[in-house]
């Protein structure tokens, strides 16, 4: 399985920024998406998830802000970032957490892209 992110960027408090990632390879019908950030210092951090039927959740620093969708026809999930604040600066890493839960799914990690919102 290899993970493809894209997006990220430079942009002002308040503005918006969206990333995308593309899986490919092995994928089983029940998978989980997500994406996490890590900044120096601190563990990576789940900032939302999306499983193959839809249902999603959110990190309670980003709800109503931020909004997870995905693509199975093309094994794609979308980040969509509102109301960006300072804090929201990181490096954001795509997962897709490969199996039902129950059957010691595998997880894989895109490359990180970043993310800075400017004061």
């Known amino acids: 399985v290899q993970l493809q992110a894209s997006g990220g960027g430079l942009v002002q408090a308040g503005g918006s920024l969206s990333l995308s990632c593309a899986a490919s390879g092995n994928i089983f019908a029940i998978n989980r998406m997500a994406w996490y950030r890590q900044v120096p210092g601190k563990e990576r951090e789940l900032v939302a998830a999306?499983?193959?039927?839809?249902?999603?959740n959110y990190a309670d620093s980003v709800k109503g802000r931020f909004t997870i969708s995905r693509d199975n026809a093309k094994n794609t999930a979308y980040l969509q970032m509102n109301s960006l604040r300072p804090e929201d600066t990181a490096v954001y890493y795509c997962?897709?957490?490969?199996?039902?839960?129950?059957?010691?799914?595998?997880?894989?990690w895109g490359q990180g892209t970043e993310v800075t919102v400017s004061s």
């Open positions: 999306v499983t193959n039927v839809g249902t999603t």
């Open positions: 997962n897709l957490r490969n199996g039902h839960s129950a059957w010691s799914p595998v997880d894989y």
